[in-house]
Structures are given as C-alpha cells and as structure tokens.
C-alpha cells in the first residue's frame, strides 16, 4: 500500500515511474467509473472512456502542476473525454443537448457563496440524487456529483468544468432545488 | 476491475508521455497567441478612432438628431464587427487562464474592451497612424489603399480647407483640391473661420452640387 499523497505519486510518475501510475489507477478507477456512470453512460461504455481517460492523464502527466491538487486535474480530463463522448453520441442520434456556450458563465451571481450541509443533510441529498440523477440536466448534474460524491469544493469543480466560482454555487443551488421538485412535487 | 487495471497499463506502456518541453511550448504559443490578438485589436481599434476623427465622423453628434445619423451612418461598420470577433476570440484563448475562468466572463470582457479602448485611445492620439499611413503611401501599396478607403469621406460629411468666406456662403478645398461651395443657414455662419482653416461640413449636395450644411466646425 503506497502512502504518499496522489501529489507525489503523480510527480513519481513524472519522473518516470510507470507503477506510481498503477497506484492512482487504483485510487481512482472506481471513482472515475461512478462518475462516468452518473454523469451519462452505460456501464461498458463508461469502462471504455475511463481507460482513455486513464491513457490522456499518462500522456500529459507533465503538464500536472504537483504543487496543486491531483484530482480536478484528472477529473477535468474525465470531464472533457465524457463531454466529447456525449456530444459524438448526440451527434449520431440527431439530438444535441450539450450546449456550446451557457449564459450563466457570463454574468456574477449573487448568491452562490458556498455552503456547508450537516452530514445527515448531505446523506439526504446523496440518497435523492442516488434515485433521481437521470431526471436532471448534465448542466447540474455533474456539479451536484462532483460535490457530493466526488467531494471536490466550489474551486475544483470550477476548474474542473471552467466556469465561474459563483456559477458552480448557482448550478448546486438550482440543481438541488430541481432535486427537491422531483422528489417532493 | 483487474481487467480494467491492466488494460489501462498495457496501453499506459505503449503510449508515449509527452515532455515538459511540449507544455511549455503549448503554453508559449498561447501566450504568443494572446499577444498578437492584443497587438491586432489595439492597432484596429486605434484606427478606427483615428479614421472617425481624421474624416469628422466623431464630430458630427454636435449637430443633433442629423449629426448622429451621420455618425451611426459613417461608423466603419465592418472593422467594428471585426474588433468585435477578435475580442471574442481572445476571450475564449484567455479564459484557458484561472484567473478569467474562475470569474464571471462580463467581467473579463468589460476588463478587455476598457483597456483595449484606453490604450487605442492613447495610440490615436500619437503620430503612429499618420507616420504609417505616409509609409505605407510610399512603400506598401496595399496598406496604403485600406488607409485611403478607410479615411474616405462617408455620405453627408465633407473636410476641406476655407478658400473664401462669404456673407452666407463659404468655398471649401478638399484634400485633391476639389472646390465645393457651401451653403450656410441663415444666421448660423460662425464668426471664427479664417481663409485656411480646415473644417469639416455636415449636410448633403443639393442639385448643382452645393453643400447644404446643417452643421460645421473646424478640425481640432
């Protein structure tokens, strides 16, 4: 079992080190496959995109800052090969619901400070969006399940899906606020 | 899952990871990238504020309701569309910055055009487009043309030098040495005009080719 933080098994694997990469595969496949699996895909899908994801990060691993965190860098990977799947697979089918440009990134919002939930309202919040992630728009979505399962803060998840800091807290809010809809109309 | 982890280090094997070298270079040209967009809009920015004042275009609100049609008509439409997509786009090669994305995107555009416009403003206001217009005149033919087509007088707004000044009437030189007659309203000659003058006359031809003016002053 490899003690170091991710942080310095990815500067390890910088340096050349393939079985430091072996070790954040482990930390990390299980989380990639639930995030792949909640954001849009089926399971062999999902399979699928998370060895590319895997593969991308091996590849660039040198342009990982380890002064920083490992995981919105590895998530922010994950997130643009889902996006390009979703858009290639809404491409096929003739539909398109990913967006190009969201006007919510444009203008600063007034309430999006972030907010921390008791633990036995955040399991709440786990358990609603456990039964009802399908019924929500990849827009909230994906912050709501980077937050609450993948456990990044308002910063990462923005430099995760590069939006506005504030934008994350908008989209948590309504994204919560359509969960609630759903649950309780 | 073992499956999965071994598929992924067979193909981690295979691949080749890029070096730092590759980054800094990608971040370079990003860089540069940025520079030149920023060069490029500063340059056409600050033309164009050069052209509306070198052809009288910014003066023509002072004279009401008509002044601002001219203006609206006389605004080089298309170079503004032009600044207007290359901000854009170097909003979308800065917002690969932190310190863009991680605020709300009116701010970087507000912060971009107020700084572009205040730089191009003080760029106007130096000989630089002048000192290029006369090179180019003399050494690139086609930098030369774009000048000359942009600086060309719009519908309704016509410079010259003062030949004579009359009772109501004023004969203006433009800059090929046309002669045009200008007709002044009644009571609206401006006292301060001296033969050699430059100015700048707002109003259209009537049938023999007199300016009707309902506006005019003489060029800062």
Redesign the interface.
């Known amino acids: 079992m490899d003690e170091r933080n991710d942080e310095a098994v990815a500067a390890a694997v910088q340096h ?1 080190e ?1 079985d430091a ?2 070790v954040i ?2 930390r990390y ?2 989380k990639l ?1 639930r995030y792949a699996r909640r954001f849009l895909f089926d399971a062999d899908d999902a ?1 699928d995109l ?2 590319d994801v ?2 991308k990060a ?6 990982f800052d380890a002064d920083r965190r490992f995981s919105p860098w590895l998530y922010r990977i994950a997130h643009n090969e889902f996006v390009n799947a979703l858009k290639k697979r809404t491409k096929e089918r003739g539909t398109m619901s990913v967006s190009l440009f969201d006007f919510d ?5 007034l309430s999006a400070k972030e907010t921390a939930d008791s633990p036995a309202r955040q399991g709440e919040l786990k358990a609603m969006l456990e039964r009802s992630l399908d019924a929500i728009p990849a827009k909230y979505k994906e912050p709501l399940v980077l937050y609450y399962f993948e456990e990044l803060d308002y ?1 990462e998840i ?2 995760v899906l ?6 994350v807290g908008v989209r948590l809010q309504r994204g919560k606020a359509m969960l609630k809809k759903i649950v309780d109309p | ?1 073992e499956d ?2 071994e ?3 067979v ?3 295979q ?6 070298w ?2 800094a270079a990608r971040s370079g040209l990003l860089t540069l990238a940025v520079i030149i967009l920023f060069a490029a809009l500063l340059y056409l920015v600050s033309f164009i504020i050069f052209a509306l004042g070198q052809n009288g275009i910014s003066l023509a609100p002072n004279f009401g309701w008509n002044g601002w049609l001219l203006f609206f008509e006389g605004l080089p439409w298309g170079l503004l569309l032009l600044a207007l997509v290359l901000i854009l786009i170097l909003a979308g090669l800065l ?1 690969h910055y ?1 310190f863009v ?7 970087a555009l507000a912060s971009f055009v107020f700084l572009i416009v205040l730089a191009s403003f003080f760029v106007a206001a130096t000989s630089f487009h002048k000192q290029v217009l006369a090179y180019s005149a003399r050494n690139l033919p086609w930098v030369g043309q774009f000048y000359t087509y942009e600086l060309q007088e719009p519908h309704g707004i016509h410079r010259g030098d003062v030949i004579t000044v009359g009772s109501d009437t004023i004969v203006i030189a433009d800059p090929s040495g046309i002669t045009s007659t200008v007709v002044v309203p009644q009571g609206n000659m401006p006292r301060a005009f001296r033969i050699g003058d430059t100015i700048v006359v707002f109003g259209g031809r009537d049938a023999s080719g007199d300016i009707e003016a309902f506006g005019l002053q003489q060029m800062p």
């Open positions: 050349g393939l990469f072996r595969v482990e496949e299980p496959v399979k998370v060895q895997f593969v091996y590849v660039n691993i040198r342009s990134v444009l203008f600063p919002h910063r923005a430099d590069r939006i506005p800091i504030s934008t | 899952m999965l982890e598929n992924i280090i193909r981690c094997e691949a080749k990871m890029r070096s730092r590759f980054f917002n932190e994305y991680h605020r709300p995107l009116i701010y």
